[in-house]
């Protein structure tokens, strides 16, 4: 299959694909869109966007078609060698795990543009790019080039070619940096005024580390694809060979921005290789009609978290102090919900695909009963480790284990590994059973904190004490477009959740003034327990008032530091595992 995309009119948002079947050999084809593209785990209907679908065969003449599921066109072939097909693609959200294309750049996630046949998901595949002509003819892709062929690149597969995003238009390319030999690249749209030589060379420093901690480099170049937005955020998804990104259109490196935008990156480099290279069984080859369902996403994302923090700290631009601050914060972000009550990291794992996507359509309560895989996995993630220094005396680590499952699994088998599996080459890594560690993953049974803290000479705080804050029942967080807040979660039974209040609605008046987030603050700030609070809020055109009571609010603040006479084993374990 050959595909020719071109964008003739970047202003009307609408990309062009023209699509050669050659070798036809059944009366009829069923060309199939994605319902969903690596990396982000949610159900989204790209079908929608498709407009002017038309059939061909060799010699230009119209063939049948009809539409026959959603997702599912049928071309009456009738067994003709070449079909040719033809269609545009809507494209005008900016969302990282979407298609996008303007005036000045265009993003290609292929899983939402290019259909496929499910006969061909496992053959070669090649794809044209024709940037509009009024940009410069630069396409940057983690793809590999056809030799020869100007914009043209080849995937061994659809799994290849649907984990490559695009990007093309009025584009940055930073100066090229070296991993053992391969080129990595960053090439971004509307970046902001930052040091680039500054940044670049820590860039090296991070992907250097990363790569480091397995031993090999399993791509021939790898891409940081970037698109500045407004707000000090940042967003990505992870590919094969790059990092989809979208990045705060500021100073990058500004001091209260850079670490954590550090981590970022760090997070989906190593996604190289765990999840795309290190992966349960289920995540490869995919089924692109559907949820593909692993009881590990706790491990693939978790400790890539858990893994964020370490390659900042041996890249020697994070403090050891920084880095429990970060762990810190995961467990607090478990430990300090309902959700660590009924949701297991195995649960979690399978329940993103409903946990993303759209979250209105679950209840208050159902989204307070759940966890995040990330918060839970760093948190499963650093006490493996811990334990496998522990048990080893030191001789072994987390890391020894990841580069086992590269090896057996990713080199040598070819494949991903079962549930079963995994546990079994940690345990074979540790020399001992895991069966306590393992069951933190498949229940709720409460962590024993101290115990594997201690490992490294570390204790941790555990007390439930009175926040110094009141609370409404809900956080928020200061809107990236206006001055009102957003709604970030709701605690389930509490003033918020009783007066109705929802994840996403938008706070825009507090006691009947204007709200913003130091007012907010403040308003919390000087209350007392029992007073009323009115918020104006907004849900899409809805308009709303609500009175919220505040309450003291309870909290473990799971602060972690250093024993006062650690053994000798201890201290071993802690200076191998984090720079100071």
């Known amino acids: 299959m050959a595909y020719v995309v071109s964008m003739d009119n970047p202003a009307s948002h609408l990309y062009h694909v023209e699509l050669t079947c050659s070798n036809i050999k059944q009366p009829a084809l069923y060309l199939n869109m994605c319902a969903w593209t690596p990396g982000f785990y949610e159900i989204i209907d790209f079908e929608k966007e498709v407009e002017n679908f038309t059939a061909a065969g060799a010699n230009g003449k119209p063939i049948t078609w009809q539409k026959t599921a959603p997702n599912i066109w049928k071309v009456k072939s009738n067994y003709k060698g070449v079909v040719k097909i033809s269609y545009d693609v809507n494209a005008d959200n900016p969302f990282i795990a979407n ?34 002509s009024r940009w410069p003819q630069t396409v940057a892709t983690g793809l590999n080039p056809l030799p020869g062929k100007i914009n043209t690149f080849y995937a061994s597969d659809f799994d290849e070619l649907y984990d490559s995003p695009l990007l093309m238009g009025k584009l940055e390319e930073l100066p090229v940096t070296l991993n053992g030999g391969k080129p990595v690249g960053f090439t971004a749209y509307g970046l902001g005024d930052f040091n680039r030589e500054e940044f670049m060379a820590d860039l090296k420093k991070i992907v250097t580390t990363g790569s480091s901690i ?71 080859p995919f089924d692109y009609s559907k949820e593909n369902y692993t009881n590990l996403l706790w491990v693939s994302e978790g400790f890539t978290d858990y893994y964020q923090y370490l390659i900042l700290n041996r890249a020697g631009l994070m403090s050891g102090s920084h880095v429990l601050e970060g762990y810190t914060e995961h467990i607090k972000g478990y430990e300090n919900t309902p959700g660590h009550l009924y949701q297991t990291a195995n649960q979690a794992s399978r329940g993103i695909w409903a946990q993303r996507g759209k979250p209105t359509e679950r209840t208050p309560e159902e989204i307070s009963k759940t966890i995040s895989v990330y918060e839970k996995g760093c948190t499963l993630g650093m006490l493996l480790d811990l334990k496998i220094r522990h048990e080893t005396g030191n001789a ?37 059973p895991l069966d306590e560690f393992f069951s933190y993953a498949s229940t709720v049974k409460p962590v024993n904190y101290p115990k594997y803290l201690a490992y490294a000479g570390l204790a941790i705080d555990t007390t439930l004490r009175a926040m110094p804050v009141l609370y409404m029942g809900a956080n928020v967080r200061k809107s990236s477009r206006d001055s009102s807040l957003l709604v970030t979660d709701v605690t389930w039974q509490s003033s918020a959740s009783d007066a109705g209040l929802q994840k996403g609605d938008k706070i825009t008046e507090i006691n009947g003034l204007m709200a913003d987030k130091q007012l907010f603050d403040n308003t919390l700030k000087n209350a007392h327990p029992g007073d009323k609070l009115q918020l104006g809020t907004l849900r899409g055109t809805n308009k709303r008032t609500v009175t ?30 984090l720079k100071k």
């Open 99 to 132: 298609l996008n294309l303007d005036e000045n750049h265009g993003y290609i996630i292929p899983g939402g543009l290019l259909m496929y046949l499910q006969a061909e998901l496992r053959h070669p595949v090649t794809l044209q790019i024709k940037p509009y």
């Open 214 to 284: 397995i031993g090999d480099i399993p791509y021939t170049h790898y891409t940081f694809l970037a698109v500045g937005m407004n707000g000090r955020g940042f967003g990505g998804i992870e590919h094969l060979n790059s990092a989809s990104l979208t990045v705060f259109n500021g100073n990058l490196l500004a001091p209260n921005f850079k670490e954590s935008f550090y981590s970022f990156l760090a997070h989906e480099y190593f996604h190289t290789y765990n999840v795309k290279r290190i992966r349960p069984i289920a995540l490869g």
């Open 396 to 432: 072994r680590s987390l890391d020894d284990v990841m580069r086992a499952l590269y090896k057996d699994y990713f080199r040598t088998k070819k494949r991903g590994f079962t549930d079963i599996e995994f546990k079994q080459e940690c345990e074979r890594i540790a020399g001992t």
């Open 548 to 577: 919220l009571t505040l309450s003291i609010y309870y909290e473990k603040s799971f602060n972690i530091t250093e024993l006062p006479k650690p053994t000798a084993l201890q201290t071993a374990i802690y200076t191998n595992w």
